[in-house]
Structures are given as C-alpha cells and as structure tokens.
C-alpha cells in the first residue's frame, strides 16, 4: 500500500524558510515522478515541482523558480521541498504526490486530479 506523509510546514515570516519533507512507502522511486502541488483555501490546486529520480531532471512552476528547491533521499524513500524566500502567496496546504511513469516536466504541467497518489498534506502560513 502506498502511503506519504508529509511535515514540515508552519508559520513563518515572509521571507523566510521552511523545509518540507514527504515521508513515503508502499512504492519504487524508479517507476514514478516525484513532486508536491498547493491548494489556498478558494484556490484550484497548483502544482509546485516535480522530480524524476531516475534521471534528475526537475520542474517548477514559474512562481517558486530559484525560491524552492525539491529533493529524495531514494535510500530513505523520502523527498523534500526546501521553501527559501516565502511570500504570503505561499500560503496553502501543501502535499506530496506521485504520477507513474512520467517525467518531471509531464507530472509539472498536468492537472492534479490524474496525480495517482497523494498525501493529506501540511500547512504553510506565510505572514507580510
């Protein structure tokens, strides 16, 4: 059984930092894109960034580009968002998420609702 879970979320400044981490099992890395998406309270979900672990390559949407940074640990079935320089627009319910055998940039772009697996997510508060 698949399972993610996802920490790391907070209250924070507007410029400040947090780190996400996705604490995952029940599935390889090798057969799937990796990423998290955001959902505001009123707000379509939004995918963020995406990761292909058997390649390296990575996506992000243009709203976090050299903001955020997204990351796996294979060996420890964990991935990471590392969120520098948040604005109050950051705020939102973040989640971890997979797509099966996609690229970074295909899971990036596609709508949430055909993501196959995804976590119930953690908070991220961004304060002006």
């Known amino acids: 059984e698949v399972e993610l879970v996802e920490s790391g979320g907070g209250l924070v400044q507007a410029g400040g930092s947090l780190r996400l981490t996705c604490a995952t099992s029940?599935?390889?890395?090798?057969?799937?894109?990796i990423g998290w998406f955001r959902q505001a309270p009123g707000k379509e979900p939004e995918g963020v960034s995406s990761m292909s672990t058997s390649d390296g390559s990575t996506y992000y949407t243009r709203s976090v580009k050299g903001r955020f940074t997204i990351s796996a640990d294979n060996d420890k079935n964990t991935m990471y968002l590392q969120m520098n320089s948040l604005k109050p627009e950051d705020t939102a319910a973040y989640h971890c998420?997979?797509?099966?055998?996609?690229?970074?940039?295909?899971?990036?772009?596609?709508?949430?609702?055909?993501?196959?697996?995804w976590g119930q997510g953690t908070q991220v508060t961004v304060s002006s």
């Open positions: 998420a997979l797509v099966h055998g996609v690229t970074a940039q295909a899971m990036g772009t596609r709508s949430i609702y055909e993501y196959d697996y």
């Open positions: 029940g599935f390889s890395f090798d057969d799937y894109a």
